[in-house]
């Protein structure tokens, strides 16, 4: 079984025969607050009595914290060398395009 992933070039060396592209998984991800995950992860492990008399005073404290995105979804990176006639056939894929690659899943 196989799938065409995404992937958008954020590099390309070329030394004339050969041509090397660093690819990035072409993927939205939106940014979550270290506030957010601190809580969301408090909030699992207290029972409901525990939680009304914990959250406030987490969250004034957390108040006073500055706020730090993270994003939750770590991408994939590959890098792929080819020669440069290769490169050409493929219709000379710039930095910043998204190409597709089949990925043969195991």
Do not use: C, H, W
């Not at 004339?16 to 492990?45: A, F, H, W, Y």
């Amino acid at each position: 079984m196989s799938a065409t992933d995404e992937f958008k070039i954020t590099q390309i060396i070329d030394n004339g025969q050969m041509v090397q592209l660093t690819l990035i998984e072409n993927v939205s991800t939106e940014p979550i607050s270290q506030k957010q995950m601190i809580i969301d992860n408090v909030s699992k492990r207290l029972d409901a009595e525990t939680k009304e008399q914990v959250m406030p005073l987490l969250e004034a404290i957390l108040q006073a914290q500055p706020t730090i995105n993270i994003n939750s979804y770590q991408q994939t990176q590959i890098t792929i060398a080819m020669p440069r006639s290769r490169y050409e056939n493929m219709g000379r894929p710039q930095v910043g395009n998204v190409i597709g690659i089949n990925m043969k899943k195991l």
